[in-house]
């Protein structure tokens, strides 16, 4: 199974980027997925997660309003639209697959640099 995330960055406040985790080796439609951030000296914390139909998501208090998660799985992919960011954004974010009762996945990690 891998998990692999793409489009992190250096962008100023205010920015958008977008974020994309492509899943392999698993049955993608069966996954609930997440991402999560972790910012230095911090624990790492859940900010957006969607259902395995797409049909339910859930976001951190802190990124309501400015990003939203997404996924197709007829493209294995789930991905975090993050506008209007900011400073406190900055952390490496990570894509998480978990199925019922199943084992859980994590990707490797992009870096997300909100800095003017």
């Known amino acids: 199974v891998q998990l692999v995330e793409s489009g992190g960055g250096l962008v100023q406040p205010g920015g958008s980027l977008r974020l994309s985790c492509a899943a392999s080796?698993?049955?993608?439609?069966?996954?609930?997925m997440s991402w999560y951030r972790q910012a230095p000296g911090l624990e790492r914390e859940l900010v957006a997660g969607?259902?395995?139909?797409?049909?339910?998501?859930n976001y951190a208090d802190s990124v309501k309003g400015r990003f939203t998660v997404s996924r197709d799985n007829a493209k294995n992919t789930v991905t975090l639209q993050m506008n209007s960011l900011k400073p406190e954004d900055t952390a490496v974010y990570y894509c998480?697959?978990?199925?019922?009762?199943?084992?859980?996945?994590w990707g490797q990690g992009t870096q997300v640099t909100v800095s003017s």
């Open positions: 998480y697959a978990r199925s019922a009762g199943g084992p859980i996945y």
């Open positions: 080796g698993l049955t993608f439609r069966r996954y609930d």
């Open positions: 969607i259902s395995n139909s797409g049909g339910s998501t």
